[in-house]
């Protein structure tokens, strides 16, 4: 299995912030990660997919990149509904393999 | 719009078959474009990948699960189901169903808490 690690676990941060998280691959994945956000108790929503497309509906302040092992989700200007856990996701091959999880919260 | 929608049981028994349901709306699970699967997370932990089928029947399970689970379709219920079998407390977790499309979990179901206890 294809294992996702990320960093940091978790990390505080203020309204407006430029926040980045990292996710790798224990091998190359090419650009076959997904994102997604999690508010507590609420199910997984997909933010981007294929590295860096953004989904529809998500808004602009979201990005992602990389390629091979090393991956980075950019939230530039923290919302308060920003505030949740993220997830990586490789779809390269199965078993489709999730990243552990970066939980943001409010500084 | 695609909505997807856990049914089950919220408590089984060490030893016993947990069987989940997901009932598909806004769409058939017959599309060509989707797969259907299953994830589950275990309370505070990550989400791990169970499986998912295509309306052929074709599956693809976690081989960590497969001795365990059996992942079924209905088309003509716009349903597909999960079976596990001899849980145990390990397998205390919320179950999502979700749509996949080019391997990417689209849409959630919301969800069924399953707790494993005697």
């Known amino acids: 299995d294809i294992q996702m690690t990320q960093s940091p676990s978790s990390l505080s941060a203020s309204v407006g912030d430029r926040v980045t998280i990292t996710c790798r691959a224990s091998?190359?994945?090419?650009?076959?990660l997904n994102w997604y956000q999690q508010k507590s108790g609420k199910a997984p929503n997909l933010l981007i997919y294929?590295?860096?497309t953004l989904r529809s509906g998500v808004p602009s302040r979201f990005s992602g990149s990389g390629s091979g092992t090393h991956f980075t989700l950019t939230i530039s200007g923290l919302q308060p509904e920003d505030f949740a856990t993220y997830f990586c996701?490789?779809?390269?091959?199965?078993?489709?393999?999730f990243g552990p999880g970066t939980k943001v919260d409010i500084k | 719009q695609w909505h997807l929608q856990e049914s089950g049981p919220g408590l089984v028994k060490p030893s016993e078959t947990l069987s989940l349901t997901c009932t598909v709306s806004?769409?058939?699970?017959?599309?060509?474009?989707?797969?259907w699967s299953w994830v589950r997370q275990a309370p505070g932990k990550g989400l791990e990948y169970i499986g998912y089928?295509?309306?052929?029947?074709?599956?693809n399970i976690n081989p960590s699960l497969r001795s365990r689970v059996t992942i079924s379709v209905d088309t003509s219920k716009n349903q597909f189901s999960l079976e596990v079998n001899s849980m145990t407390t390990a397998d205390t977790a919320v179950y999502y169903c979700?749509?996949?499309?080019?391997?990417?979990?689209?849409?959630w179901g919301r969800g069924a808490l399953v707790t494993v206890s005697s």
């Open positions: 979700a749509q996949l499309g080019a391997g990417r979990f689209e849409t």
């Open positions: 806004g769409g058939s699970v017959s599309s060509q474009n989707y797969f």
């Open positions: 089928i295509y309306y052929t029947g074709t599956t």
């Open positions: 091998q190359s994945v090419d650009n076959n």
């Open positions: 294929d590295a860096s």
């Open positions: 996701q490789q779809r390269y091959t199965t078993p489709f393999t």
